[in-house]
């Protein structure tokens, strides 16, 4: 690994791990926050919905925004903020600084998130980018299978202001870590659709031995040079970065609020459905979401700049990895919400026991992940994501026949099912989505993969909830109810999604070479 790539490693899995262990620590001391802080249980969900909402909404024009100014200044300021905000919680007097703090610290998630991975996009050459995304997923299940125990440890001996004290000091570490690391400059996007008005080229960058001076700047079109020779070359220009044309119009400062209304109202709507009694005002708040998501489209397709890029939306590849990625987590988290109440309230486990129990999960997927780059190479992605979304349907079904008399045995093979395809398709969809991504827009892609990762547990604990409610009857015995009857459905809907995903790894470099010049001769340009 090259000194270059291995702190954009380091800060990609570290951070990535750090917030997946910030919300598993979190449920285990919102009890004795609660008690403490003295407040009711609606102020406490707020500490959770605070951040996932201030998250949900600002990804992708997170995303942008590292497009537009570098991924490595836009990760080291999420990371500090996030430090400094944590560290403000831990000092918190009462809980409405808490939830102050802790939508600020999901602000600062936001600008974190996707630059984890548009870092890697520009770091590494696309068909290098499988390893170093597993790396990050192992780490991100190690955090998520660890965040339990460590949480209940430290509250225990010190008391739940440790909790989030607990990430200040690596969130520090690789926020002045990124700011140290040299960051190579995005390589611009050479598609048409980009750039339709073929503007002049260079030619000093199309023949690096030139002068610099003979640039388009000096040598507009069709005025001579210095020699008497036309003064530019013509082909087609790489497209500037985005934003880096237009100012703030390239920030797209009308679809910016608008995705962030529309993506905050979806996540409250989902989250408030999930909560008992909450169903009016979560349906409402969808309700919302579509109507501004109607007038964001809408915009979008008239916009000089707009924020979701057309070539990600109309994308084949990147649309399927969004796809398995919604459809899998959806699957995956509403399976667990149901799995831990049968645990605990049907069996009758306590929170430890039925961390245990589900324990294959976590195993499967720090272990799978090294694994899953060489099947990609082997089988592509469109197998390999194949394979997982069987083995992750088949977990959800094989979750959905326990009763009341099943043992460890049952529970752990289920749960080994769901980690290993759940592993295989957030690496093999996410190395989909940021490799086939312009690597100009890579923070945007690297937003969309986050917001997915959002929306899509949300969107299974709401659709657990519900089903929940409507089968009292069944309890929380699986076999009884409804919920993970139609999780089995959602898990399905992975299948067509991976099933147009490419068929071979795409093994093609997207920074080739330049050619370089015949010794003695002139370069060969278009005129």
């Known amino acids: 690994m090259s000194a270059r790539r291995a702190p954009v490693l380091a800060c990609s899995v570290v951070g990535a791990a750090v917030v997946a262990l910030d919300g598993t620590v979190l449920t285990v001391a919102q009890p004795a926050l609660q008690r403490d802080l003295h407040a009711d249980i609606g102020q406490v969900q707020w500490t959770s919905t605070g951040y996932l909402v201030a998250v949900a909404s600002l990804l992708v024009f997170a995303g942008r925004l590292g497009d537009r100014y570098g991924h490595?200044?836009?990760?080291?300021?999420?990371?500090?903020?996030?430090?400094?905000?944590?560290t403000g919680i831990a000092l918190a007097p009462g809980?409405?600084?808490?939830?102050?703090?802790?939508?600020?610290?999901?602000?600062?998630?936001?600008?974190?998130?996707?630059?984890?991975?548009?870092?890697?996009?520009?770091?590494?050459?696309?068909?290098?980018?499988?390893?170093?995304?597993?790396?990050?997923?192992?780490?991100?299940?190690?955090?998520?299978?660890a965040g339990p125990l460590i949480g209940g440890a430290l509250v225990s001996a010190y008391g739940w202001r440790s909790v989030f004290l607990l990430g200040v000091p690596p969130t520090l570490a690789i926020g002045l870590l990124a700011l140290a690391t040299r960051e190579r400059p995005t390589e611009p996007s050479r598609s048409y659709a980009a750039n339709?008005?073929?503007?002049?080229?260079?030619?000093?960058?199309?023949?690096?031995?030139?002068?610099?001076?003979?640039?388009?700047?000096?040598?507009?079109?069709?005025?001579?040079?210095?020699?008497?020779?036309?003064?530019?070359?013509?082909?087609?220009?790489?497209?500037?970065?985005?934003?880096?044309?237009?100012?703030?119009?390239?920030?797209?400062?009308?679809?910016?609020?608008?995705?962030?209304?529309?993506?905050?109202?979806?996540?409250?709507?989902?989250?408030?459905?999930?909560?008992?009694?909450?169903?009016?005002?979560?349906?409402?708040?969808?309700?919302?979401?579509?109507?501004?998501?109607v007038v964001l489209a809408r915009h979008q397709r008239r916009a000089a700049h707009p924020l979701l890029p057309p070539e990600l939306l109309r994308s084949v590849p990147v649309v399927a990895g969004l796809a398995v990625l919604l459809a899998a987590s959806a699957a995956l988290f509403g399976s667990l919400f149901v799995a831990t109440y049968f645990l605990q309230d049907v069996q009758g486990l306590d929170p430890l026991g039925c961390a245990l129990r589900v324990l294959p999960l976590a195993v499967?997927?720090?272990?799978?992940?090294?694994?899953?780059?060489?099947?990609?190479?082997?089988?592509?992605?469109?197998?390999?994501?194949?394979?997982?979304?069987?083995?992750?349907?088949?977990?959800?079904?094989?979750?959905?026949?326990?009763?009341?008399?099943?043992?460890?045995?049952?529970?752990?093979?289920?749960?080994?099912?769901?980690?290993?395809?759940?592993?295989?398709?957030?690496?093999?969809?996410?190395?989909?989505?940021?490799?086939?991504?312009?690597?100009?827009?890579?923070?945007?892609?690297?937003?969309?993969?986050?917001?997915?990762?959002?929306?899509?547990?949300?969107?299974?604990?709401?659709?657990?909830?519900?089903?929940?409610?409507?089968?009292?009857?069944?309890?929380?015995?699986?076999?009884?109810?409804?919920?993970?009857?139609?999780?089995?459905?959602?898990?399905?809907?992975?299948v067509p999604a991976a099933l147009a995903l490419p068929r071979a790894a795409d093994r093609r470099r997207t920074r080739?070479?330049?050619?370089?010049?015949?010794?003695g001769g002139r370069a060969c340009v278009r005129s």
């Open 196 to 293: 339709p008005s073929r503007e002049p080229y260079p030619s000093h960058e199309q023949n690096p031995s030139r002068e610099p001076s003979r640039s388009y700047a000096t040598n507009p079109p069709h005025e001579p040079n210095r020699s008497g020779a036309p003064g530019a070359r013509y082909r087609t220009a790489p497209a500037a970065r985005p934003g880096a044309v237009g100012g703030l119009s390239a920030l797209d400062p009308v679809g910016a609020p608008l995705l962030a209304v529309t993506l905050g109202l979806l996540v409250h709507g989902l989250v408030e459905t999930a909560r008992p009694g909450g169903a009016p005002t979560g349906l409402l708040a969808v309700a919302g979401a579509v109507a501004t998501g």
């Open 72 to 86: 490595r200044r836009i990760f080291a300021l999420g990371a500090l903020g996030f430090a400094a905000a944590s």
């Open 95 to 145: 809980i409405g600084t808490v939830i102050a703090l802790r939508v600020l610290q999901g602000v600062c998630g936001a600008l974190l998130q996707p630059a984890t991975l548009g870092m890697l996009r520009t770091a590494y050459p696309p068909d290098r980018l499988g390893t170093p995304i597993a790396v990050r997923t192992a780490a991100i299940g190690l955090a998520a299978a």
């Open 364 to 494: 499967l997927m720090v272990l799978g992940a090294p694994l899953c780059p060489p099947l990609q190479r082997r089988f592509g992605p469109r197998r390999t994501a194949t394979a997982g979304a069987a083995l992750l349907t088949l977990g959800v079904l094989l979750l959905a026949r326990l009763d009341t008399t099943a043992g460890a045995a049952a529970v752990g093979v289920s749960a080994a099912l769901l980690g290993a395809g759940f592993v295989t398709l957030m690496v093999t969809a996410t190395s989909v989505v940021v490799h086939r991504a312009p690597e100009a827009h890579a923070g945007v892609a690297g937003g969309l993969q986050q917001t997915v990762m959002n929306i899509g547990p949300a969107l299974g604990v709401a659709t657990a909830t519900l089903l929940l409610a409507l089968v009292p009857g069944g309890g929380f015995v699986p076999s009884r109810g409804a919920a993970l009857p139609a999780l089995v459905l959602i898990a399905a809907l992975a």
């Open 512 to 519: 080739p070479e330049p050619p370089s010049p015949r010794a």
